[in-house]
């Protein structure tokens, strides 16, 4: 179902982000890796889900299929109700700049362009004129409590300051739909809180979340969290049952 704004903007009021029977194997024959075995997510509008899981239980996986940055082996991924694998490059390569906001593990910032410059791009690469796409960079900066940084390189930034640039830069515009892959690696606990905060707060004005983590104090803003083992969900649980699942019993 969609519907149209004020601005004209259309809006599908259905999930934002939906994972059916999704699969995912890297290699073939005897050293075929299945990363993902069938896996089934529906994230609403407003909705914070945390995936938590061992090393190599497909998170980052599930991520980038979800962000449209990968190709899945099976299944489907649909993005404000469109199915991407049904989309051409550039209709997808549209859906990935315009309703995804994706922070990358390594953070991924481009070198030669400063702070402000790489949390603009992706806003003029979308057609937004240079000088708004500049207002809203130095208002994110400022979002991050970090406004000092607008004209420093990525090599002139700690691993926390990129991080949260990276944040920033997936946080600009109006993306429906932020994946986060363990976002808060770089970060002191202080500073990890705040982006919490941040992601929970963009959750609250409408958009979906998805993050990755192996902490459970973070995993505790989320609505729901979400472990995989082997490619497979093993469980989902609603925040408040999260954390006695996470201290290893359920029942206490
Ligand atoms: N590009 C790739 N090529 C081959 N195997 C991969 C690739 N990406 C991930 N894998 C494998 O898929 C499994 C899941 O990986 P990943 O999604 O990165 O796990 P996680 O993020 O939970 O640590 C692992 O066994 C990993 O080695
Ligand atoms: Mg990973």
């Not at 903007?9 to 995912?24: E, I, M």
Request: glycine share 12%; proline share 3%.
């Amino acid at each position: 179902m969609t519907t149209t704004d004020t601005t004209g903007t259309t809006r599908t009021t259905g999930p934002v982000l939906q994972l059916r029977g999704l699969t995912r194997e890297f290699g073939s024959g005897i050293a075929t890796v299945q990363a993902l075995r069938g896996v089934d997510l529906t994230v609403a509008t407003g909705e914070f889900v945390a995936v938590m899981g061992p090393s190599g239980s497909g998170k980052s996986t599930l991520l980038t299929l979800a962000g449209g940055l990968d190709t899945a082996t099976g299944g489907e991924v649909l993005v404000e109700g469109q199915e991407l694998g049904g989309l051409r490059r550039a209709a997808l390569a549209k859906v990935r700049r315009t309703s995804v906001g994706y922070v990358f593990q390594d953070y991924n910032l481009i070198p030669a362009l400063t702070a402000a410059e790489n949390i603009a791009l992706p806003r003029e690469l979308d057609g937004v004129p240079a000088r708004r796409a500049r207002r809203e960079a130095q208002a994110a900066l400022e979002e991050i409590r970090l406004p000092e940084l607008a004209d420093r390189f990525p090599d002139e930034m700690s691993g926390g300051q990129q991080q949260r640039v990276a944040i920033a830069r997936a946080l600009v515009g109006d993306r429906r739909l932020v994946l986060a892959d363990e976002p808060t690696g770089a970060l002191d606990s202080e500073t990890g809180e705040a982006v919490l905060a941040l992601l929970r707060k963009r959750c609250d004005e409408g958009a979906a979340v998805v993050l990755v983590t192996h902490e459970s104090r973070y995993a505790a803003w989320a609505d729901r969290v979400v472990f995989l083992r082997d490619g497979t969900v093993v469980d989902q649980s609603v925040s408040g049952t999260a954390e006695s699942l996470l201290a290893g019993g359920g029942a206490r």
